[in-house]
Every structure is written in structure tokens, then in C-alpha cells.
């Protein structure tokens, strides 16, 4: 219960202090410090986060101006910009990745009953990395192409609930498919990809592991033909096939057979060859299973628009790691709120009042009822009026 807590108070409480200590102690990020501990600098970070600062320095002044609050917001006494800089440099980051899995495991038990717009049972995934750009003279370490810097976010996404239940971090250089080898893959789960992760001895690895896979085919597969099943072409599907890889090294890594569906995409007028191992679900369901996959696009467009992991308030890898998984932790606790504080809006608008509200000491759930005044309308960007209205 709110007990005249500030909004920033109330989100950071549904945190497990004894999670977070854990992570902390597991890589010895308190050792040799006295007061600027990594529960605060998570603190400052996070504030950041929520309240759309533009950087470092505009996180620091933004608190500076309401050092009258910074005990009630757990700060404690003010913060230099460079106590700040120097800890997202030096502390480990993984104290923070943890941190996030830890609170993805928390949203995941309290999404297990949303299902979406996805009819199956099992339990849906879509994978893919996106590549977020970087300066080449200040990102060295960032290595992509030879006159640009990069990083790529690799996500598996739960369809079903909009939740990244795996996240790995690398140089633009690291290619998309290689990550496959890190993940597990969960029994009778479905895994949608695309053709960019064409590997056959992966998907083999996804089949023996008991899941299924849905993935574009690319032009130049070689396959036989082993049967056709009867198609309905009113409801767009060309083709049914049972097939058998016939390129030497791809029939060594896929030796079994896969279903071969193509699908006619009426919307953008083109033709779609899908390839899985799953021969139970029907043609137009394999398409809808795909066709979802577009969740994860939706999800690296989010993140990239409302929080802050395009401009990075640090150079070094460590820094750069640091900002990156703080941010999914806050999207994570913008999540965890919304079921816990039982409120209807998107995280888009949830995120955009907080942001606003970081300051009030209003029970978060009453912060949904109020009408909104014209001085909170004028404080947003004219494109974001939209949620009030």
C-alpha cells in the first residue's frame, strides 16, 4: 500500500531487495565503496530512464533541482556527474543483466494467462536482433563495417505476452545466427525466425530439443519433393509440401523431412515460402504463427523511441552494456506495474504518465483516474498528446 510514497518510489519497491543484493554480491560490485552504492547509481540510471533525459548531464541537473527529494527517492544526499560516469565505467554490467532476467522471470508469472491475439496453446517466440548505430571514432570497441560502429540487441520475444525472455548483447559484426547456439529452446514451443537465421544444423538442434520452428525459405533451397496435400486456395495457400533437403551439407545437417508452405500474401502482393517441422498445424496457421513475428519489430521500435538506447551517456563497453540493460529493466518494471497496480493502458501510456508524475505522491493506480490537467499537456512533445486525447 502507497503510504505517501513518491510515483518513482512505488515502481522501484516492486524490486526484491534481497534479488538485487544477490546480484550485486555476485560480482562484487559494492567492494571498496562507501557511499554511492550500485542500488543508487541503479537509482539515478532508472530515473534517467523514466524521465526521458538526454543524457548524463541532464540526469544529474534534473536531480540536482530537486535535491529536496533525493532521500525520499532512496539517492540519498547529491550525486556528481562524474561519481555517476565513473560507475556505469567500472561496475559490471551483468549486475544489471541479471537483474533483468530476474525481473522478466517476475513479469513472466504475472503475463502466464495472457494469450494475445495467438490462439495456440504452446507457448509462441519470435527472434531476431536489431543493430543500433554508433560513431565509429568514439565506439572503437564497437566493431561493424569499416567506416561505422554498431551494436546488435538479440531478443527472443514471447509473443503472447510482448516479454524478452532472452537478450544478448554484441558488436555489429556478430551474426544473427551464431546466438542460437546460447539459447534453449522449450519443449512443444514454437520459434518463428527469419531467413537470416537459416541454418539447418541449428533448426536440427530446435527439432531434437522438442520445439518447433517457422522460417521464410530462402530462393535458392534445394529440396525433393516427397508428397502435396490438398490445398484450399480460397484461403490463400499455393502450396502443402512434405520435402527432403537434397544440397549435400544441408541434407547432412537437416536429415528428416519438413513441411513446405506457400502462402500468398494478398495485403503487399507477394508470395511466401515458409519451412517448419511442425506437419500438425494447418498452412493458414503457419502463415498467422509468421506473421506475428512482426511483435519483435514492434518491440525494438518501442524500446528505441521511448527509452534512452540509441545516445549513450558513456563510451566504453561496460558503460554502453550498463545503459542498455538498465533500460530493459525499466520497460520490465513499466510492465510488472501495469499488472500489479491492475491498469488497462498500453506500456506506452503508463511510461509517458509516470514521466510526468515521478514527483507525486499519489497511489500509481489513482494517477490513471484523474482527468489530465493542460499543465502536464504542455510539459509533454506535441506527438505524444495523442495518449490524453
Not at 538479440?154 to 537478450?167: A, S, W
Not at 517457422?214 to 486456395?233: E, G, M, P, Y
Not at 508452405?261 to 503457419?286: A, G, M, R, S
Amino acid at each position: 500500500m502507497n503510504t505517501g510514497k513518491f510515483i518513482f518510489s512505488q515502481l522501484l519497491s516492486l524490486i526484491s531487495s534481497t534479488s538485487f543484493s544477490t546480484c550485486v554480491k555476485r560480482y562484487n560490485g559494492n567492494y571498496k565503496v562507501k557511499n554511492f552504492t550500485c542500488w543508487r547509481q541503479f537509482l539515478c540510471m532508472v530515473f534517467g530512464q523514466l524521465t526521458h533525459r538526454e543524457s548524463l548531464s541532464d540526469t544529474m541537473l534534473c536531480l540536482s533541482a530537486n535535491a529536496d527529494k533525493l532521500y525520499h527517492l532512496g539517492i540519498g544526499e547529491a550525486v556528481s556527474l562524474s561519481t555517476l560516469s565513473k560507475a556505469n565505467e567500472k561496475r559490471d554490467w551483468k549486475i544489471f543483466a541479471d537483474l533483468a532476467m530476474v525481473l522478466i522471470a517476475q513479469a513472466k508469472q504475472l503475463y502466464v494467462d495472457d494469450q494475445g491475439e495467438v490462439e495456440l496453446t504452446n507457448d509462441v517466440f519470435a527472434i531476431d536482433a536489431t543493430v543500433i548505430d554508433m560513431c565509429l571514432s568514439v565506439f572503437s570497441w564497437a566493431k561493424f563495417r569499416t567506416t561505422k560502429a554498431a551494436i546488435k540487441l538479440h531478443t527472443q520475444l514471447n509473443v503472447k505476452t510482448g516479454i524478452p525472455e532472452f537478450i544478448y548483447i554484441t558488436t555489429g559484426k556478430v551474426h544473427e545466427v551464431n546466438v542460437l547456439d546460447l539459447m534453449s529452446f522449450q519443449t512443444d514451443g514454437f520459434y518463428v525466425l527469419d531467413r537470416g537465421y537459416t541454418d539447418f544444423e541449428r533448426l536440427y538442434r530446435i527439432h531434437t530439443s522438442g520445439a518447433f520452428f517457422v522460417i521464410r525459405a530462402k530462393d535458392n533451397l534445394h529440396f525433393n519433393r516427397v508428397k502435396s496435400d490438398t490445398v484450399n486456395k480460397s484461403e490463400h495457400v499455393l502450396c502443402d509440401q512434405t520435402i527432403k533437403l537434397s544440397n549435400y551439407y544441408s541434407s547432412k545437417d537437416y536429415p528428416i523431412h519438413l513441411s513446405r508452405i506457400k502462402f500468398l500474401d494478398i495485403e503487399n502482393n507477394i508470395e511466401l515460402v515458409f519451412l517448419t517441422n511442425n506437419f500438425e498445424c494447418k498452412p493458414t496457421d503457419i502463415a498467422l504463427l509468421y506473421k506475428h513475428r512482426w511483435k519483435i519489430e514492434l518491440f525494438f521500435k518501442w524500446i528505441k523511441q521511448h527509452l534512452k538506447i540509441k545516445s549513450f551517456w558513456g563510451t566504453s563497453a561496460n558503460a554502453v552494456k550498463t545503459q542498455i540493460w538498465i533500460a530493459i529493466c525499466s520497460y520490465v518494471i513499466v510492465a510488472i506495474a501495469k499488472k500489479r497496480f491492475g491498469l488497462h493502458q498500453t506500456l506506452y501510456e503508463i511510461l509517458q504518465v509516470i514521466s510526468i508524475n515521478v514527483f507525486d505522491k499519489s497511489p500509481i493506480e489513482n494517477l490513471f483516474d484523474k482527468p489530465v490537467q493542460q499543465n502536464d499537456k504542455e510539459r509533454l512533445p506535441s506527438n505524444q498528446l495523442s495518449i490524453f486525447e
